[in-house]
């Protein structure tokens, strides 16, 4: 239980990761058709990948601290349900939206706009997963910080 957290939550941070970085880059750098392609791939298999991966996350961390208490679980537990919502309701329909808008060629306003949302809250989520993480390390005794 404990190694499928491990690994489903470094294919979480690194599908998030990947999703940012490539998007700013194709963003900024990139032709329409080349946004238009990556916005699918993020889509399909991207979402199909990053969805049970968060969701396992989620699951396994949430019963490997049954019956364990400390401020540093404590923290990653009311992390979750923020990354949970942030997820649910900002990133993926801003994925399918973004996919549908660069599909049929309209890069307007509403595009930017829905852009700029994804690439901020994808950015704090990145942030409160990287936070989990780091705390995951701490109790796993990976990481020793002082505090
Ligand atoms: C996106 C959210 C999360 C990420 C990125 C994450 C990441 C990690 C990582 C990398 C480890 C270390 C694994 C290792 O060293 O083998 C870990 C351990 C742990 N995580 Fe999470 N985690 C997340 C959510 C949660 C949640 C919601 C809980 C429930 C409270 C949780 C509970 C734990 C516990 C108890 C451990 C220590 C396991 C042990 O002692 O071996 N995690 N986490």
């Known amino acids: 239980m404990k ?3 491990a690994f489903a939550s470094i294919i979480s941070i690194l599908c998030i990761a990947v999703f940012l970085i490539s998007t700013i880059i194709v963003d900024l750098f990139c032709s329409h058709e080349t946004i238009a392609r990556l916005k699918s791939l993020i889509v399909l298999p991207g979402l199909i990948i990053l969805i049970p991966a968060m969701a396992i996350t989620g699951a ?3 019963k490997i601290s049954r ?3 400390g401020k540093i679980i404590d923290k990653k ?4 349900p923020f990354i949970a919502l942030i997820g649910v309701l900002i990133m993926i329909p801003s994925a399918i939206l973004l996919d549908m808008w ?3 060629g309209q890069f307007g306003v509403k595009f930017l706009l829905v852009q700029l949302i994804e690439i901020i809250c994808g ?3 990145l942030f409160l997963m990287s936070m989990s993480m780091r705390d995951g390390f701490v109790l796993t005794g990976k990481l020793k910080i002082n505090r």
């Open 3 to 5: 190694k499928l957290h």
């Open 60 to 62: 396994t961390g949430f």
């Open 67 to 69: 019956g364990r208490k």
């Open 77 to 80: 537990k009311k992390r979750m």
């Open 102 to 104: 660069a599909s049929t």
């Open 123 to 125: 950015s704090f989520n």
